[in-house]
């Protein structure tokens, strides 16, 4: 954890990007060829491999190739903060990952079996943001059975159990069950979301659906938080693009640690043992098309989610609003959007613990990412940030979204996780926990992506961003920091 925040904007001066343009080629010589491995590779139809009797088998095929450039990484905090650990601020690197995998249905009438396996395999060339590369694993990801019953306009049944991927509500807090990174490779892509075990079952009748849940991350070995949580999902869809839920969840063991703020945020925060343990949380979510009878292109959404704990006094929340527009009638259809997400951090002032835990949230851009650069400074905790999204799409394979974020601290003087590759480390190329800021102020971001749809089964993405640091950020190396830019250009191929 770590952060300190300044509340002023710094003067946003031009960035260059003189070092990532070589990178970024070879990124799109990589993309161009695994684009014309992926012309020649099995059609979608091709994968199906049994269908008679009942029996459905089909096989699944998912890969990706990233070239990622960074300059000043986390704002070259090293520099300052660990001078000794002598930490690179310009990286370059390449990963990438294959997942093939297998899945059955099986008619049993009145029931159905179903069941599905894949593996990952994911790698990095070059040494990656946190000093890790030339590493890779291969892992279990999906690997579950399940059975269900019921037909439409009835209602319906579905038990599974085993390694698969489950998110609850908008992935404000149960997304991302799989780590990457680190020993695994592929920190960029992440290609790892699947629970390392979850036990579901779900019935639903018309539009209104209820999930049981017990799940265990796949996290990485070596900083396994061990945490088992268990809870329930109720939801009602009352059409394509507009529902409501609510999420309830315990904690049942963990030995993820939580910081305290130092009393007045004079000192190192403390450290509690076992803090995860027991917590119990409640989300409300909802998304919608407001007024259905006037337009079908403005749309909303809003969520509070509310954590307590009693054994460690502890009590935390967070919400998020946004709403948009889509202007079907324009050249490209451009859409616009704007939200505001806040995540409570630990008051300094109180023996109460508020700071709030974003458990495993689904951390990309179009999702609950708190900036982009930030992101991988900022996990959703002790932060809040205005954000704007513009997309256009120029054609039906072509999309250009801009993304810009004001990102700041709830609390001064508060702990601030360090990014969704933390680790509570004492030491290290990377400082890993940053005991408070003294300006709210922590950056300004903004993301720029490209997006084409090659053929129905194959996608380019290049994005180039930039965070320039506020205050916050420059009293925690008290000076000016640098601003933290980077890019990268992916292919993923998806059958």
Do not use: C
Not at 165 to 193: D, W
Not at 267 to 296: K, Q
Not at 384 to 400: F, G, K, M, S, Y
Not at 474 to 480: C, F, L, N, Q, Y
């Amino acid at each position: 954890m770590r952060a300190r925040d300044t509340g002023n904007s710094v003067p946003l001066a031009p960035p260059s990007f003189p070092r990532f343009r070589p990178l970024l080629a070879f990124g799109l010589l990589s993309v161009g060829a695994a684009l014309t491995a992926s012309g020649s590779a099995l059609a979608q139809d091709r994968l199906l491999l049994i269908d008679a009797d009942g029996l459905v088998v089909r096989a699944h095929l998912q890969a990706g190739l990233n070239g990622v450039a960074e300059d000043n990484l986390f704002w070259n905090f090293a520099q300052t903060v660990a001078p000794s650990a002598n930490f690179n601020p310009d990286k370059q690197w390449l990963e990438g990952y294959v997942k093939p995998g297998l899945s059955f249905s099986k008619d049993l009438d009145p029931l159905t079996a179903y069941g599905m396996v894949s593996i990952v395999a994911s790698g990095t060339l070059g040494i990656d943001a946190y000093d890790i590369g030339n590493t890779g694993r291969v892992t279990l990801e999906e690997g579950y059975l399940g059975l269900r019953a019921g037909k439409e306009n009835a209602p319906t049944f579905d038990v599974s159990l085993g390694p698969r991927v489950y998110k609850a509500g908008t992935g404000m807090l149960i997304a991302n069950g799989g780590n990457s990174g680190f020993e695994r490779g592929a920190l960029k892509f992440g290609p790892r979301k699947a629970w390392k075990m979850a036990a579901l079952a779900r019935s639903s009748f018309d539009d209104v659906s209820g999930t049981a849940f017990y799940l265990q991350p796949n996290e990485l070995p070596d900083t396994a938080s061990n945490t088992q949580l268990a809870g329930f999902d109720l939801r009602h869809d009352w059409s394509p693009n507009s529902f409501a839920g609510l999420t309830y969840g315990h904690v049942l063991e963990s030995n993820s640690p939580y910081p305290k703020a130092a009393p007045g945020g004079v000192g190192a925060p403390t450290i509690i043992p076992d803090g995860r343990a027991g917590l119990n949380f409640i989300d409300l979510y909802a998304v919608t098309t407001p007024f259905p009878d006037i337009t079908e292109n403005f749309f909303a959404g809003g969520e509070f989610a509310y954590e307590w704990n009693d054994r460690i006094d502890m009590s935390a929340w967070a919400g998020r609003f946004y709403a948009g527009y889509v202007f079907v009638d324009l050249p490209w259809s451009p859409s616009l959007a704007y939200s505001f997400q806040t995540f409570s951090g630990d008051n300094p002032d109180t023996p109460q613990l508020e700071r709030f835990d974003p458990l495993f949230y689904e951390g990309s851009p179009s999702a609950w990412s708190t900036g982009s650069k930030s992101s991988m400074v900022f996990i959703n905790s002790n932060v809040n940030a205005h954000q704007i999204t513009v997309r256009v799409t120029p054609t039906e394979r072509d999309t250009l979204t801009l993304r810009l974020a004001h990102v700041r601290a709830n609390q001064l003087e508060s702990p601030i996780q360090f990014g969704q590759g933390t680790r509570v480390e004492t030491s290290g190329n990377v400082p890993s926990l940053i005991s408070g800021v003294t300006n709210y102020h922590l950056s300004n971001d903004i993301f720029l992506e490209y997006n084409r749809t090659i053929n129905p089964n194959t996608y380019l993405t290049v994005g180039v961003s930039v965070s320039f640091p506020g205050r916050g950020i420059d009293s925690v190396i008290d000076a000016k920091a640098p601003a933290w830019s980077g890019g990268f250009a992916n292919v993923v191929v998806n059958f």
